[in-house]
């Protein structure tokens, strides 16, 4: 009986919270897509991170997407390729370093060529 009592508190502090979130969106002007937006849900996927409870992780879409880039053929596709690997960022250890070799070869005094390094 106490758990469920502690439960629909809980419950209730949440929706008294979303209504007020929602109630200051309404006065700013500003929308809310109803295809977009989720509540009450365990698991949600925004832009590529999976959040939950348990924290958060990259998807495995995003994951998939990186995996599969294909090998750049000009400067243009590198830095498309390090803007998508931006979103993942916070989850890999010494990023700036692992992605260094790159960032040098979309320098504008860098001649174009792609080696081991890149790869």
């Known amino acids: 009986m106490e758990g469920e009592s ?12 979303l209504e007020r979130i929602l109630l200051r969106i ?4 500003l929308t809310i897509s109803g295809s977009k937006f989720a ?3 365990p698991v949600l996927d925004i832009v590529g991170h999976v959040v939950s409870l ?4 990259i998807s ?3 994951i998939n997407k990186i995996q599969n880039w294909p090998r ?4 243009k596709e590198v830095r498309g390729f390090l803007g998508l690997c931006a979103y993942v960022r916070m989850f890999i250890k010494d990023f700036s370093q692992v992605v260094a070799p790159l960032r040098i ?4 005094d860098v001649l174009w060529r792609w080696d081991e390094k890149g790869e």
């Open 26 to 29: 309404e006065e700013e002007g």
């Open 54 to 57: 348990r924290g958060r992780k």
């Open 72 to 75: 750049p053929a000009a400067k």
């Open 60 to 62: 495995k879409q995003k």
């Open 39 to 41: 509540c009450c849900v």
């Open 6 to 17: 502690a439960h629909r508190r809980c419950v209730w502090e949440y929706a008294v919270t």
């Open 105 to 108: 070869l979309t320098r504008e």
